[in-house]
């Protein structure tokens, strides 16, 4: 027959949560992924996680996995190259190191990634100044300036949200235009230390080896920032899944339904990579939407499967 119960493609805060609540279903379940601890890992510092005041993602992501495999997960840290469906209920997957599995279930978790500016400084000063959200890094530039790059609503959102911590903050927008909401940018305008600067692009980030210090901009000139927050939009990491053309949304993320169960049978996915949750884009949205998805595979296991 199968290989395993359910196979978990991404070792990140999705992925590895669902393992464990398979486990406690009794379901045989591995999990593959080439990076372990998933996106949350490169964080330096998390407070918005229930029950920790402040600690680095690597260490939250460590106890994720060392809970998933105390409960019986087996975690195998290759890439999945491809995946195949072979029957109703029947999937294939091979990995980089050639290994084949098979599974009637699989569950996505494989994730966004951050639109870069790829500019001089960007990755140099990652987590030292430089950030993707505003969300989860925000509180670190409190009563400090910051700046946020981007021209859509995300970009005015997270300005608002900075707004309220930071002590100024500045929006470079590439063209002449916001392409947000008026609503939104009806807020912009009324907060008294938001500055826009339209028609500006960031050609270098600088700073020291204690971060950020400020960047230069294209035509030349500074603008002194502690922090960058870059809000240029994400691209769902779905390129394994083209081949299977699963119904995806306008942005390209996976659609799913109440249960977290694609268009194609037996696939479910859940965290960023889906169109759940509002969109919202957080840890504990991606833990809940995987266990939602493994009680989900745990029913149609029994009643179709078992």
Known sequence: M?????IVIWAGSAGLPAAMYASRYKLKNLVIGEMPWGALATSHNVENWPWVLSESGGNIMNSFLLQAKASGS???????EKIEKTGE???????????RFTSPFVLFATGNSYRHLWVSGENEFLWRGVSYCATCDGN????QVVTVVGWWNTAVTEALYLAEIASHVHILVRSHTVRAEAVWMDKIHAQPNITLHYETE?????????GVKNLL???KTEITTDGIFIAVGTSPNTSL????FVDKDDDGTICVDRRQETSIQGLFAAGDVTNGSNKFRQTIMSAAEWCLAANSIHED?????H
Request: charged share 30%; proline share 0%; net charge negative.
């Open 241 to 244: 899944l083209d081949h299977m």
């Open 74 to 80: 087996e975690i195998l840290q290759e890439k999945v």
């Open 217 to 219: 901009l294209t035509n």
């Open 89 to 99: 209920r029947a999937f294939a997957l091979t990995t980089s190191g050639g290994k």
């Open 140 to 143: 670190f530039f409190r009563n």
């Open 202 to 210: 960031v050609e270098e980030i600088r700073g020291d080896a204690m």
């Open 2 to 6: 199968f290989d395993y119960d359910l």
């Open 301 to 305: 296991f029994l009643r179709f499967v």
